[in-house]
């Protein structure tokens, strides 16, 4: 008898692109894992192969997106850019990137958070997601302020008001999809390094 293998990632990455498509359409609690199977071409039997629960499905594609639209190579500039100042401009103008990308991705939490019976596992999922972004950030501001680039400032605080801040367009955008992402995002983020800069 040949071995048992488990599918292929290619497998997965189609199930987790049909599930996004069928939760964009109908809402994830509408939407069933039998319809997610038929979306992707695959059975039931492989569906769960993959993935524990509609939970585990939904977990997977939120750290999917993540993990490929973040501009990975945003974080390698990072590496070799000095300025504190260009360093955080890097890294907002990913984050606006990933916005652009989102449409509909962060209401799909709302929804799956607002209705699951462990609403603080549903919130841990999406905090473990922003925590590696946090701590890029308050990195970038901590060394700005040790250059003398900014001046003294609570970096974990303005982090996490930043990240909020960014939050809040992925939001408003689903309200209002006209609105100019880029005008928004360049007056912020210039206005807040105007505000960190240290006294000449």
Known sequence: MAPHTRPSNATRLRIIQAALDCFGRKGYNSTTM???????????????????????????????????????????????????????????DAMVDVTRKAEGLFNLFLESWASSANREKAADLWLGLL???????????????????????????????????????AAYVMLQP????????????????RGLEADA
């Not at 006209?178 to 390094?193: A, C, G, M």
């Open 34 to 92: 039998d319809e997610i199977a038929a979306e992707s071409g695959t059975s039931k039997g492989t569906l769960y192969w993959h993935f524990e629960s509609k939970d585990d499905l939904l977990a997977s594609a939120f750290r999917w997106f993540f993990e490929t639209n973040f501009r990975p190579e945003a974080l390698t500039i990072l590496e070799t850019t000095p300025n504190a100042a260009d360093r955080l401009r890097i890294l907002a």
């Open 131 to 169: 925590v590696q972004y946090q701590e890029v950030v308050v990195d970038i501001i901590d060394t700005g302020v040790e250059r003398g680039e900014f001046r003294p400032v609570d970096a974990e605080a303005l982090t996490w008001a930043l990240m909020a801040a960014y939050d809040g367009l």
């Open 178 to 193: 006209d609105l100019n992402l880029l005008r928004i995002h360049t007056t912020f983020i210039e206005s807040l390094l």
